[in-house]
């Protein structure tokens, strides 16, 4: 592996009193660096000032606009994230990233109560062990997520400067990520309801645009929310591709990758995903217009119905544009194959 990569953040100008929660706040929102990763780099003596002034206090008394360099260490075993032969769909491989079609039900990242039978840990085994050290022992490699439920494709950087040419293509929004979603009714320009709700507008081409604040719930800290005065900005765009008249098949084209961005966005509309367990109560599916083999596919898809289907970016090594695709997986055809009936 190569040298440890050096990270520059610049703080806001309203920096936390504590230089953890500070530097957690200008994060590139794709550079996996959570705020207890942060503490552990600091009082390990990873964070510096430009200047090289190692700084291992977090209630160091950080200035509006400083800068301060994380140099990551190299991730030489990655305890609790140990490897597993969990078969693996590689879409694409070569030697700085691999681009893999995740099964709905699979974690990316070892979290409490996920600790084994996650992404990470097929590509530990897949790999060996040699995977980008940027996202900390648990989440080597990550650069980008999607839901354990969500199906669909997922790049992850083999190299420290794989992982950091991938991220900032994150940040600066100039990776496609279109993705396939299943809604219940269908969200269109001519429903006047749509058109009154807070952050809906209409593009041509019949693509609605829904651009909002998300944050997390106040009191469902498992849940996030659109939220007005707080919170990231996030945008979605989406056209019907089949209108089943009680629900469609969705397009969609992320902008801003927050957490469960589709979820929330197409609840917040009135259009809930079918099977979403979070987000897709608000509206029922109506149970006449299908047989009693149509009802009980619907009551057994058990998840959201999101599926990543394509991923385009720029090869952080050699420059040249990719784009990747990956067909639904079967539950989702068969669910599909009940809503055309």
Known sequence: MSEPLTIILTLGDSPAPRLDKALAGVVPENVTLSRSRLGKLIQAGAVQTMDGTVIDNLKYKAQAGQEFK?????VEDYENAQPEDIPLDVVFED??????????????????????????NALLHHFGGDLSGVGGEKRPGIVHRIDKDTSGLLVVAKTDEAHQGLANQFRDHSISRQYLAITKGVAQKSDPRLAGQRGVGFEDGGVIRIGTNIARHKTDRKRMAVVQDAGRHAITRARVLEDFDHSALMECW??????????VHFSHIGHGLIGDPIYGHRKQMPQTRFDDTGRA??????RQALHARSLGFVHPATGAKVEFTCDAPADFLKLLVVLRK
């Open 297 to 302: 596919v619907i009551q057994a898809f058990n």
């Open 95 to 120: 030697e700085h990233l691999i681009v893999v079609n995740k099964p709905a039900g699979m974690v990316v990242h070892p979290a409490p109560g996920s600790e084994t039978g996650t992404l990470v």
């Open 254 to 263: 992320l902008e801003t990758g927050r957490t469960h961005q589709i979820r």
């Open 70 to 74: 994380v140099v990551m260490p190299k």
